[in-house]
């Protein structure tokens, strides 16, 4: 490499090394992401935009600079085993102001699928299938709402499995398709005994 004009020694040795290297890096862990996600955080200059965007970052330790940051490093076991991972709200703010064009919501989505994969997965998620499963809801309605509705003049439940809950099969079906409930049930056995 021909020495580059006023660069100290030591410089010019850091702009050749443009590899980054650690001990517990994964490269495939990158391709991974990036196939999973379709989107591009090898271009990230860490310019904490995501972050600043970020609703969850003022009210806990999770950051998303930090999670790109990850995916860029191939640091698979620190990403997947961060419970800061399944922190992200999915708002897609950090998408909207990414001013390298990266998703970086995308990539968290496709980190939790790897997690989930290695069964680690927050079981208040987990009890969130089982009730998709039971009602079509995350969170049911319940006397308290039905009240509220009807003193709104509307109907008590929404119309929705609530009130057609014929259609609740097919979303068992959906559920059962991916293994969702059967591995949700598995892994809070495990977990609760
Ligand atoms: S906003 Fe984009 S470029 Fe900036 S740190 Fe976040 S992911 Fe990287
Ligand atoms: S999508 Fe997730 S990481 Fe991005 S700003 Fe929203 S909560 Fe934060």
Known sequence: ???AKGYPEALETKLRDRALH???SNPQFTKTVEEISRTIPHMCFQCGTCTSSCPSAPRSSYRIRKFVRRVVLGLENEALTDPDLWLCTTCYSCT???????APTDTIMAMRNLAFKRDI???NF???VQAIYKSGHGV???DVNRAARVKL???ADPPTTHMYPEYIK???KIIDHYKLKENADRIIKEAEG
Request: proline share 11%; hydrophobic share 30%; net charge neutral.
């Open 1 to 3: 490499m021909a020495k």
């Open 22 to 24: 650690a001990d517990d």
């Open 96 to 102: 909207d102001r990414c001013p390298r064009d990266i």
């Open 121 to 123: 997965i927050p079981i």
């Open 126 to 128: 987990l009890k969130t």
């Open 140 to 142: 049911p309605n319940n």
């Open 153 to 155: 003049g509307l109907t």
């Open 170 to 172: 097919g979303i068992q």
